[in-house]
């Protein structure tokens, strides 16, 4: 079955880290991105790309990169710039024509130890 | 600006009472609207959109909505609600010639037994 899958469900980091997120899909989506949720504040966006080898700063890049080499991986890295990295992080997907909207992952809990 | 407003953070309703949750939003061309439903550490999954046609639109779960063009409206509707229906509601809305979706800040509904 197409999906997307996000990797690691739990991760911790030290501080002063960086630590990487997995985001890979086989749904031969062309547009990927990144959000991040906070309890009361919905989702926002992080980064995205519609192509390979290109991306777009979201709302709240900062502490932030990605890559996007191949269609079907975009990364995250949470650096230690990110201040305040503990956050559920969504990744999600679109194909062509907006009208079919994202699929989403599962998920990815990030926590400061 | 595009933008989407949830005026409910919380709902309670008991279960086999009706539910409308409210969505409204801001958006300079004709909008593609989306609901979403996310239970507790996962991911969103969606449950219905609209973009063309039909304004009354119908989802699975049992869930509808109706496009209220002159109110700026998309509000999700279900009849009769089931306790495994309490879990956190996003409304989306995005065009076919925007790359993103913008998300509201999410309605958390509880079903009373």
């Known amino acids: 079955d197409g999906g997307i899958t996000q990797s690691p469900k739990y991760l911790f980091r030290k501080e002063g880290q960086n630590v990487t997120l997995s985001c890979e899909q086989n749904?031969?989506?062309?547009?990927m991105y990144w959000y991040r949720q906070d309890p009361g504040q919905g989702l926002r966006l992080i980064y995205y790309?519609?192509?390979?080898?290109?991306?777009q700063k979201g709302d709240i890049a900062e502490g932030y990169s990605v890559s996007r080499e191949k269609k079907e991986s975009f990364p995250l890295t949470v650096t230690s710039a990110q201040k305040n990295p503990t956050a559920f992080y969504l990744c999600?997907?679109?194909?062509?024509?907006?009208?079919?909207?994202?699929?989403f992952g599962s998920g990815t809990r990030l926590t400061v130890v | 600006a595009q933008s989407v407003t949830q005026p409910d953070i919380h709902i309670t309703v008991s279960e086999g009472a009706s539910l409308e949750l409210r969505c409204n939003y801001s958006y300079g061309a004709t909008p593609y609207l989306f609901w979403y439903v996310q239970s507790p550490g996962q991911g969103l999954q969606l449950l219905l959109k609209?973009?063309?046609?039909?304004?009354l639109v119908q989802g699975i779960k049992g869930f509808e909505a109706e496009f209220k063009r002159s109110q700026s409206s998309f509000n999700l509707r279900k009849p009769s609600v089931h306790w495994s229906d309490a879990a956190e509601y996003f409304c989306?809305?995005?065009?076919?010639?925007?790359?993103?979706?913008?998300f509201g800040s999410g309605t958390k509904l509880n079903v009373k037994p």
């Open positions: 749904l031969n989506h062309d547009a």
């Open positions: 609209y973009f063309s046609g039909d304004t």
């Open positions: 790309s519609q192509i390979v080898n290109d991306f």
């Open positions: 989306a809305v995005g065009g076919e010639n925007f790359n993103k979706f913008y």
């Open positions: 999600a997907s679109a194909g062509q024509g907006m009208g079919y909207g994202y699929t």
